[in-house]
């Protein structure tokens, strides 16, 4: 190849990747990941994808919850920026388990701070949050499975979110590294023998029916 065709190769690729959302290039993997901001969630890692090379919207916030910011940035990478598939990617021992809204409302009254008509977005004021809404706007919660399938169904049944969207939700284990299906805690069926038991005759069963 000579040094013209390799520089035009080289700017070509530089272009395509500048002006992608001008010219409605998606990410490489069509996705969407919404993420929790904690610091033991390593997205890529846990994904198999490179996000800092262009594979993927990255959306994380407290929890890794469908929020109204949330539904905004989903909205827009799916409608408009040729995203064709969602991840909801939650982990255990999430901080927002460690805490219910109410306690941490307590916290902050007790700190002074005034709450009555707390704005929650600085250029919409109209979006003022009722009275008495601030514990279930800060969305503490008690199960990380049941959390993950809840955002999955959030995304499934909002009008924003095309139905064509591929959506999954995954629970990153921050004690092991591993990620598992919602719901799907594997090691709560390897410990004891009553925990096996089930899974083994049945396994049994099915290699003798085979
Ligand atoms: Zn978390």
Redesign the pocket.
């Given at each position: 190849m000579s040094i013209a065709n390799q520089l035009e190769s080289n700017f070509s690729a530089q272009r395509s990747w500048s002006l992608r959302r001008q010219l409605g290039i998606p990410n490489n993997k069509k996705l969407w990941v919404c993420a929790?901001?904690?610091e033991r969630?390593p997205v890529d890692e846990a994904l198999g994808i490179h996000s800092d090379d262009g594979d993927a919207h990255v959306f994380r916030n407290?929890?890794?919850l469908i929020t109204d910011d949330a539904i905004r940035s989903a909205m827009l990478t799916c409608q408009f920026f040729g995203t064709e598939e969602i991840v909801v990617l939650n982990?255990t021992e999430?901080?927002?388990m460690s805490s219910t809204g109410e306690e941490l409302v307590a916290i902050l009254e007790e700190r002074g701070i005034g709450l009555d008509g707390a704005g929650i977005d600085p250029t919409l004021p109209e979006l003022e949050l009722p009275a008495g809404a601030l514990a279930r706007w800060i969305r503490t919660f008690d199960d990380v499975d049941e959390i993950c399938r809840q955002q999955v169904a959030h995304l499934r049944n909002h009008p924003l979110i095309p139905s064509h969207v591929k959506i999954s939700g995954w629970v990153w284990e921050v004690e092991n590294r591993r990620l598992r299906p919602a719901g799907e805690r594997l090691s709560q069926r390897v410990n004891t023998k009553e925990e096996m038991g089930t899974t083994h005759v049945g396994h049994h069963e099915t290699l003798g029916a085979a």
């Open positions: 929790c901001m904690d969630l407290a929890g890794g982990h999430c901080g927002m």
